[in-house]
């Protein structure tokens, strides 16, 4: 069964597109990621999965339920966890947790098994009020809320943003615990190096879905040949790559440059020998496997 | 251009807040013309650098200069020495882009001539001449990004602070912006950088990572990775960082 389902949802602010002709449907205990920048429409895609949005166009259900018409059912169903920390800071940790425990009719020790390794984590500080929490915990407790009252779909709208490597990797590894409880869970996030903690995701630029599939598909469908370079002028060697006559894209990746040639007019061989002749030294060239941020690039710049 | 002509110094910084020790013995320097690439887990003890280094808090014990100036006793040249930009507070949004770049020269003491000449300068160079009139709100965010990083050097600051300045655009935007950075650096502004894209900390000419309030590795990206055995920068940071005590 679907868990979330989505048809043709359109949606505009003031005439200006928010989301465009939106598709897609997650199954039931599985992690689905939109992945894409801050403008792309995915906080207003999430607030019409919640309830809390109508759609201009389109339909779309959660749990069997539709978002319009069965919204009051839907509520009690999901957790929600919005990018902006939205708990009550002038409450405690422990009552801002019976509070969400209360409105849904439950109680912390009835699904205290759902919260137990995230929400210990906090328990020590159970009494500091909200608002007085570093980020990292404050990230815990609110999904620690999201949680108490065991929903079957949760979203959560970039919780990871702002969130150092340390706790982002710990983060997900909560997720996976979520997964293995039967929970479906729907994360949106800009880092692109997140999609491969995904099942599947959407990648999502504008308003518009470039593509949805497994991390590993999107990244083997990527169609073209990239190879690696660097050398001791790492600015030079990406304007000289960019005015070579077979340049398709050529992008900064860290220490390297990653480069893909127009249509089968990848030839190394001619391309050192530019390279060398234009005076580059410690030249490195390797063909690597592309990342979804190599793969997002090119959907951008085929739909621009 | 990196050059060897020291322009942050800090020595045996301590700063504390009553019996937490947010920053433990810091010591380094940064030169003119330098991308500085500022690491470290949330509640490292970063932002209390920072605000120390932009004049806006002073150290409990130690040393440091900005541009020459001393951090207890000359915050105002120091103000005027720097640029400062982050995600969260760049520009006014209900302003225009022409009404930005003068209240943000008018702060820095420019005169009215040196701001006309300096706007005209800075909306060609970003394509954006009719722009000048549109508000900020109205902008995409990688436009907005690009002006505020343009903004933060209207007033030629001898270094910009640019704190998680990339965070949320797509990844073609984050590229053009890190082109702007190297511009920049290439005219000698220095560039001191913080950022939670480890991919991001390999543009930088070096890199510190704090753990606990402590420099714990400051070195090239190329460096560090061979020092830690690792293959990216990631890699470099969760092995340091992933015994801290304070990363909440």
């Known amino acids: ?304 | 251009m990196k050059t060897r002509e020291p322009i942050i110094t800090v020595s045996h910084l301590f700063k504390k807040f009553g019996s937490f020790t947010a920053n433990d013995d810091l010591n380094f320097t940064v030169y003119k013309g330098e991308i500085f690439g500022f690491l470290g887990a949330n509640g490292a003890g970063k932002t209390t650098a920072i605000k120390i280094l932009c004049g806006l808090s002073k150290p409990t014990s130690g040393e440091a200069t900005i541009a020459g100036f001393d951090v207890y006793t000359q915050t105002n040249q120091i103000k005027n020495s720097i640029g400062y930009m982050s995600q969260k507070f760049s520009l006014y949004e209900d302003l225009t882009v022409y009404e930005n770049i003068r209240f943000f020269g008018g702060i820095y003491g420019m005169t009215r001539k040196h701001i006309k000449e300096k706007t005209e300068q800075l909306l060609n160079k970003l394509g954006l001449q009719d722009s000048a009139k549109k508000l900020i709100k109205d902008l995409p965010l990688g436009w907005r990004q690009k002006l505020a990083f343009s903004i933060a050097l209207v007033h030629d600051p001898k270094i910009v602070f640019l704190d998680e300045p990339t965070g949320g655009v797509d990844p073609i935007t984050r590229r053009q912006f890190w082109n702007q950075i190297y511009e920049a650096a290439a005219e000698g502004v220095t560039v001191f950088v913080t950022t939670h894209y480890m991919d991001e900390a390999e543009y930088c000419d070096r890199v510190s990572i704090m753990v606990d309030g402590r420099i714990a590795a400051l070195d090239t990206p190329q460096n560090l990775k061979d020092t830690f055995h690792a293959e990216s920068m990631n890699e470099v940071f969760i092995k340091l960082a992933r015994n801290a005590v304070n990363n909440e």
């Not at chain 1, 809390?52 to 059912?73: C, I, N």
């Open chain 1, 1 to 304: 069964m679907n868990t979330v389902v989505a048809e043709n949802i359109s949606k505009s602010y003031n005439k200006i597109p928010a989301l465009n002709n939106i598709n897609f449907s997650v199954d039931k205990g599985e992690i689905f990621g939109f992945i894409g920048p801050d403008g792309a429409g995915k906080t207003s895609l999430f607030r019409i999965l919640v309830t809390l949005l109508l759609p201009d166009e389109g339909k779309a259900s959660v749990v069997g339920l539709d978002v319009v018409k069965d919204y009051k059912k839907i509520r009690k169903q999901v957790g929600y966890m919005p990018g902006k920390f939205s708990l009550y800071q002038d409450l405690t940790v422990e009552e801002n947790l019976t509070f969400f425990a209360t409105i849904f009719s439950t109680t912390i020790e009835e699904n205290y098994h759902l919260i137990k390794d995230i929400y210990s984590q906090i328990e020590p500080f159970k009494d500091r009020r909200a608002g007085a929490l570093s980020g990292g915990m404050k990230q815990k407790l609110a999904l620690s809320c999201a949680l108490i009252h065991k929903p079957e779909v949760l979203f959560l709208d970039e919780p990871t943003t702002g969130v150092d490597a340390v706790s982002r990797k710990e983060f997900w590894e909560m997720l996976k615990s979520l997964k293995s409880a039967g929970i479906t869970i729907v994360v949106s996030t800009p880092y692109m190096d997140e999609a491969s903690l995904c099942d599947r995701v959407a990648l999502i630029q504008n308003g518009n879905i470039l593509k949805i599939d497994k991390p590993e598909m999107i990244t083997a469908n990527f169609g073209k040949k990239l190879l690696a370079l660097r050398s001791s002028n790492i600015h030079k060697l990406l304007s000289d790559l960019g005015n070579y006559q077979y340049c398709d894209s050529v992008f900064p990746f860290g220490q390297y440059v990653h480069y893909t040639a127009k249509e089968n007019q990848m030839n190394e061989g001619e391309l050192e020998k530019y390279l060398l002749s234009s005076g580059h030294e410690h030249l490195e060239m390797k063909m690597i496997e592309p990342n979804i941020e190599d793969c997002f690039m090119s959907l951008m710049n085929q739909t621009a």
